[in-house]
C-alpha cells in the first residue's frame, strides 16, 4: 500500500472528493494539471550557481546560504542568476528566510526582480525598473522589511513593522497579476520554518505590468554615503513551480506479476496534454531529443492539496509522443524504470568471464547500481559493462536492502556465476535470482524499482486496504482456476559453466493422485546455487534453499489457488501490486466449506489497472492459503550494558534502534537471572547515538545483562500489540480474549 500522509489521509477519508494529478518534467519549472493545487512544489536556486559581483568581497555564496559581511551602503555587491528576457511572467511565488545577526545602520535588498544588473541603489537613480524586498536597520534591536515596485522613477512601497535582530524570519513574495489593475505584490513574513505564524503582510498594487529577466539572492545599496554597514545570512531561494492547466486526460497501463515465475510486466502511464498556443511545442523543441526519454513523475492526490502532499503514483521516462486525433493536444507515454532493465549486462563477457558471488540481493544491486566508477552508492563495484548504472533516483535500494536483511541476511542465501555470454538485465535478475529466491519485482508508490518476497503481511510494518462489498461496484468475478494447477517442480543447479550438474525432480504425490499432473511442472534453472560453495560460512545450504522453494510451491499450487476479480472505489487506489488484502464478498462462493461467502480471504493483488478519468479501480488476486489471523514478529528485547539511575541506563545503540519507533511502550525489566525487576515501566525516550534510555522509575538502579521485553499483552499499548505474544491454550490473548496471532512459516 502506498505510504500516505496525515494531510492526504484528511482529504482521502471525504466522502466526496475530486482527484487532482499534477506532470512533472524533470528540470522544467512548470508542472501540467488538471486542478491547481493549494500550493505548488518548490525547486531548489542554490545560490552558487549565480554570478556574485562583489568589490569588496562582502558575500560569501555558498549552495545554501549568502553570508553578507559588514556590507557598506556606499559598496557594489549582489549575487544574480539570468533566466532569459521576460522569464519572470505572469504570476511567481518565492520563498526564502533572512537572519540579520550584525547591525551598524546599513541597507540590504534579499530579494529582487530586474532587467538590469547594478545595486539597487544604482537602478534606482537610474530609474530602472525592479521589484524589491529590502532591509533597513531601525536601532540596535530592530529592523524592518520593505516591499518597492520601481517603475521609472516612482516608487511604491510598503515597510513592516519593528522585527526582531538576531531572529530568522520566513518570506514569501508572491506576485498575482490578475488582481488590480496590473496586479499585486505580496510578502508575507512568518516566524517559524513551517510558514504557519504569519507576523506581518506586506502588499503593493503594482502600477504596470512587467516581465524581468534576473532574479538577485542580494544586492548593496551601492549609493549610499557609507558607515552604515549590515551583516547578514540570507537563506537560498525556493521558487514555486507554476502549474498550469494543461491537463486533458490521464489513464493508467497496469502493471502485472507472476509470482512463482518471478516476473512482472513493465507498466506505465499516458497522458494528453493541451497544446494552448502551441506551448506544448515550443516545450518539447527546447530538448534535443523532444523529450525522449524525458523523466518525468506524476502525483495523485485531491482538490484543495498542496502537492508536496499528494503521492507519486509514477515516475518513468517519455517513451511515445504522438499528436490526438482531434490535434488538439499531445499524448506522452510515460514507461516505468523496468524499461532500462531491458538493456544488456555482462557485456564483455564473450571476451572473458565474468565471476561473481555472494549474497544473491547484494548481486541484484551490483548488477543494477554499477557504473565502473565506484560513485553509486555502496553497490558499485562491477566494471560498467557489467551493470546498468541506474542512480537511486530509479532503484529503492533501501528497501531492496530491507527485504535482505529481513528475509536473506548475511550468507544465509549464497550464489556464485561464472558469466560467459550477454544477457538482458531483466531476465537475469528475474530468472536467476527473483524466481529462485520466490520474490518478484514491482514498481512501488514513489515510482523506483523494488522486490518483494512472497510472504503474510506483517501488521507491525504494513498496511494495507481491505476489499469488501461497501467499496466493491460490480459483481466480482470467481475462477476456480483449475489450470494454475501445478504438482511437479524441477531444479537445475552446480552450472559448471556448460551445463548443470544436478538436477532433482520433486511431485506432490497427494495433488497428482487427486487432480492428475498439471499443465506443466515449475522448471527452475539456478546458475548461481552450488553445493561446492554451501559449507560451514553458509548458514543455509542449497539443499535447503531448493526444499523451501519447492514447498511453498506445493502449498501455493498443488491445491489450484481461488481467482478473483473486482472493480472498486477510487479510494482503494492505494492499493498496490504484491500487497497481500483480506478480501470480504457475500457473493463470492467458498467451496471448501460449501457455502457462499468469502470472509476476509487473504489474497495478493497481481494485477492493479486504475482509471484515473472514471476514478475506478481493477484488481485482480490470487489466493495465498494465509490464514486470516494476523501475522506478526516476534518482540524486540534490549539488555542493559550499564545503569545510571532508576530513570536512566545504556543499551547498545542497534538493541536502541529496536525501540526508537515506539511511542512509550511498556516493558518489564528482569535481571540476569530473569527475575522480575520492574513492571509496567514506561520507556520515555530513547537515544539511537549513544543507547541511552530513559524511562519512568524502575525501582531501582538496572546493573550490566538485566534485560527489557514487552509488557504483559494486557498492559501493553496498541502498537506493541501488533507484535507476537503466545496464546493461551484456547488461543486467545489477554482478558479481552483477542484472536491469536501466527507467525510465518
Known amino acids: 500500500m502506498l505510504t500516505t500522509n496525515s494531510n492526504f489521509d484528511a482529504k482521502h477519508d471525504l466522502d466526496y472528493k475530486s482527484p487532482m494529478y499534477v506532470i512533472h518534467f524533470d528540470g522544467e519549472a512548470v508542472d501540467y494539471c488538471n486542478q491547481i493545487p493549494a500550493l505548488g512544489a518548490f525547486d531548489e536556486l542554490d545560490p552558487d550557481d549565480g554570478t556574485e559581483v562583489d568589490t569588496a568581497s562582502r558575500l560569501n555564496p555558498t549552495s545554501s546560504i549568502v553570508t553578507v559581511t559588514d556590507l557598506d551602503d556606499d559598496e557594489t555587491a549582489y549575487n544574480y542568476h539570468d533566466y532569459g528576457a521576460d522569464y519572470w511572467s505572469g504570476d511567481f511565488k518565492f520563498r526564502k528566510a533572512v537572519w540579520p545577526v550584525g547591525y551598524a545602520g546599513g541597507l540590504c535588498g534579499v530579494w529582487c526582480l ?29 529592523f524592518t522589511l520593505t516591499l518597492r515596485e ?54 503593493v498594487e503594482l502600477t504596470e505590468k512587467e516581465d524581468f529577466r534576473y532574479l538577485y539572492d542580494v544586492t548593496s545599496y551601492g549609493t549610499g554615503a557609507g558607515g552604515q554597514a549590515v551583516t547578514i545570512i540570507v537563506y537560498k531561494t525556493y521558487i514555486e513551480r507554476q502549474c498550469k492547466k494543461y491537463l486533458a486526460g490521464i489513464s493508467g497501463s497496469s502493471q502485472s506479476i507472476t509470482p512463482e515465475e518471478g516476473t512482472a510486466s513493465i507498466g506505465g502511464i499516458s497522458f494528453n496534454l493541451l497544446d494552448y498556443d502551441n506551448e506544448i511545442t515550443a516545450l518539447l523543441a ?12 506524476i502525483k495523485a492526490g485531491y482538490k484543495g492539496m498542496n502537492e508536496t502532499d499528494m503521492l507519486t503514483v509514477c515516475t518513468g521516462w517519455v517513451t511515445g509522443l504522438s499528436l490526438t486525433s482531434d490535434g488538439l493536444a499531445y499524448k506522452f507515454q510515460i514507461t516505468d524504470p523496468q524499461k532500462w532493465l531491458q538493456r544488456k549486462i555482462f557485456r564483455g563477457a564473450e571476451t572473458s568471464s565474468v565471476n561473481l558471488q555472494g549474497n544473491p540481493i547484494n548481486i541484484l544491486l551490483a548488477v543494477l547500481q554499477s557504473t565502473g566508477l565506484g560513485t553509486n552508492g555502496t553497490h558499485d563495484y562491477l566494471a560498467a559493462e557489467n551493470g546498468l548504472g541506474l542512480s537511486s533516483d530509479y532503484i529503492n535500494v533501501t528497501d531492496i536492502e ?15 556465476f561464472a558469466i560467459t555470454e550477454r544477457k538482458t538485465a531483466k531476465e537475469f535478475i528475474e530468472k536467476e535470482i527473483l524466481k529462485v529466491l520466490n520474490c518478484y519485482p514491482v514498481i512501488d508508490g514513489s515510482g523506483k524499482y523494488s522486490i518483494r518476497p512472497f510472504k503474510p503481511p506483517l501488521i507491525a510494518y504494513e498496511k494495507v486496504q481491505s476489499f469488501t462489498d461497501d467499496n466493491i461496484t460490480k459483481l466480482p468475478t470467481w475462477d476456480a482456476n483449475l489450470s494454475a494447477l501445478v504438482n511437479e517442480v524441477e531444479f537445475s543447479y552446480d552450472h559448471d559453466g556448460s551445463d548443470y550438474g544436478t538436477e532433482e525432480f520433486y511431485a506432490d504425490t497427494t495433488s497428482i493422485n487427486n487432480r492428475g499432473p498439471g499443465n506443466k511442472p515449475i522448471s527452475i534453472k539456478s546458475m548461481g546455487l552450488h553445493t561446492s560453495v554451501a559449507g560451514a560460512s553458509i548458514a543455509m545450504t542449497t539443499g535447503d534453499v531448493i526444499t523451501r522453494r519447492k514447498n511453498s510451491i506445493f502449498n501455493r499450487f498443488a491445491a489450484p489457488p481461488l481467482k478473483v476479480s473486482v472493480t472498486t472505489y477510487f479510494d482503494r487506489w492505494l492499493t498496490e501490486v504484491g500487497d497481500i488484502v483480506p478480501v470480504t464478498s ?28 472514471k476514478g475506478t479501480v481493477t484488481a485482480t488476486l490470487l489466493d495465498t492459503g494465509y490464514a486470516k489471523n494476523n501475522y506478526c514478529v516476534i518482540s524486540p528485547c534490549m539488555t542493559v550494558t550499564a545503569g545510571t539511575s532508576g530513570t536512566e541506563f545504556t543499551v547498545s545503540v542497534a538493541d536502541a534502534a529496536k525501540y526508537a519507533n515506539f511511542t512509550d511502550p511498556e516493558v518489564q525489566m528482569y535481571d540476569s537471572h530473569g527475575r522480575t525487576q520492574g513492571s509496567h515501566v514506561t520507556i520515555k525516550d530513547v537515544n539511537t547515538t549513544t543507547g541511552v534510555i530513559t524511562c519512568d522509575d524502575i525501582g531501582s538502579t538496572p546493573s550490566a545483562g538485566w534485560t527489557v521485553r514487552f509488557a504483559d499483552y494486557d498492559d501493553a499499548t496498541a502498537e506493541q500489540k501488533l507484535y507476537w505474544y503466545l496464546s493461551d491454550e484456547n488461543g486467545y490473548l489477554g482478558t479481552a480474549n483477542d484472536p491469536q496471532q501466527l507467525i510465518i512459516p
Not at 538590469?116 to 534606482?124: E, I, K, P, R
Not at 523532444?290 to 518525468?296: G, P, V
Request: aromatic share 10%; glycine share 6%; charged share 25%.
Open 402 to 416: 530491507s527485504v535482505r536483511n529481513k528475509w536473506f541476511p548475511a550468507n544465509s542465501h549464497y550464489m556464485k
Open 114 to 142: 530586474a532587467n538590469t544588473l547594478n545595486d539597487y541603489g544604482t537602478m534606482d537613480a537610474n530609474n530602472e525598473d525592479c521589484l524589491l524586498l529590502y532591509l533597513s536597520g531601525v536601532d540596535i534591536s530592530h
Open 586 to 613: 457475500a457473493y463470492l462462493p467458498d467451496i471448501e466449506a460449501g457455502t457462499r461467502g468469502l470472509d476476509a480471504r487473504r489474497m495478493e493483488v497481481q494485477n492493479i489497472s486504475v482509471n484515473w478519468d
Open 150 to 203: 520601481s517603475n521609472g522613477a516612482a516608487n511604491t512601497e510598503d515597510t513592516s513593522s519593528n522585527l526582531d535582530w538576531f531572529s530568522a524570519y520566513r518570506l514569501e513574495i508572491e506576485r498575482r497579476e490578475n488582481e488590480g489593475a496590473y496586479g499585486v505584490l505580496y510578502c508575507r513574513i512568518y516566524s517559524d520554518t513551517s510558514y504557519t505564524t504569519l507576523v506581518d503582510t506586506l502588499m
Open 286 to 297: 527546447t530538448d534535443t531529443c523532444n523529450f525522449h526519454r524525458k523523466k518525468t513523475t
